[in-house]
């Protein structure tokens, strides 16, 4: 009986410092938010993001890198990046079973459930649930590792649908390393113009089971070469937010307008100079 409770207490004094359960909330943990704002709003063709990864991760981590973390299409958020896990179903209508295909890219949007406005690439998967407000997503294998990366999205074919015209968004992630473009999937929008929103983000996550904060990978991310249709077009001004509940284990810098995040090592926020006005986030200007 001593023996087990003294197996207890050490287990219990080994893992408190890391999991510090008195600030930290629950998964999924935004580690950083970048919003970037580019001036004004543009009529939509294309937006891409490039993004260099310093290092391989654990796929056993469930890390999203999301170059872009949301935006909006005629006012209709979306979002999308590279996931260590990823699933989702493979055929219409759900089957019962999800399929895993590890290492992936995935293109979503919100304020929508039917699945008939997802167009899965070749061995890509679909999503549609309500988990965190109502989606449709698609994803594909996207076996990324150390390197750099551009995720891209343009604009596809227009179609009309009960009177109303929609237009079918396509997404890929492009390997500089192979010059190789994987496929992602389309998410159909509303509205045969499409207007890209002024403000887009990106964001570095841990999602999935809790885990040790020992076990926030190691990497850098660097995001720059912004491009709205197909010009350069580098932010105006660049915001990170670090929510307060979440381990503070990303630390940004600026160099020649790169975004550059260093994850994996505590990062002492204490004498940080703004937070929100309802002290939930931490709030750094980078440029």
């Keep these: ?154 604009r596809g074919k227009t179609e009309t649908i009960n009177g109303k015209e929609h237009t079918w968004v396509e997404a890929s992630v492009f390997s500089h390393a192979d010059k190789k473009t994987v496929s992602i999937g389309a998410l159909r929008f509303p509205g045969a113009k499409l207007m890209l929103g002024r403000q887009l983000a990106g964001f570095i996550e841990i999602y999935g089971p809790r885990i040790p904060l020992t076990s926030i990978p190691k990497i850098t991310v660097t995001f720059e070469a912004w491009r709205i249709n197909g010009k350069a077009t580098p932010p105006q001004s660049a915001l990170a937010y670090y929510p307060r509940n979440v381990p503070q284990y990303v630390d940004s810098k600026v160099e020649k307008k790169e975004i550059i995040a260093t994850v994996g090592k505590s990062v002492d926020r204490t004498k940080a100079t703004r937070t929100s006005k309802q002290n939930r986030i931490w709030l750094q200007r980078l440029y």
Aim: charged residues 25%; proline residues 5%.
């Design 1 to 154: 009986m001593i023996t087990r409770f003294l197996i207890l207490l050490f287990m219990i004094l080994c893992y408190f410092p890391a999991w510090a359960a008195d600030r930290i909330g629950n998964t999924p943990w935004h580690l950083v938010d970048y919003w970037w704002d580019f001036g004004k709003d543009t009529e939509f063709k294309s937006y891409e993001v490039d993004f260099t990864l310093s290092n391989d991760v654990d796929p056993k981590v469930r890390l999203y890198i999301a170059p872009i973390g949301l935006g909006y299409l005629n006012k209709v958020p979306f979002y999308g990046g590279i996931q260590t896990q990823s699933d989702g179903y493979l055929v219409h209508p759900h089957p019962r079973r999800r399929e895993y295909i590890g290492k992936g890219a995935i293109f979503s949007r919100w304020n929508e459930r039917d699945i008939k406005a997802t167009r899965k690439s070749k061995g890509g998967l679909f999503e549609s649930g309500g988990y965190e407000g109502d989606f449709i997503s698609v994803r594909n294998k996207c076996r990324w590792t150390k390197g750099r990366y551009t995720y891209r999205i343009k």
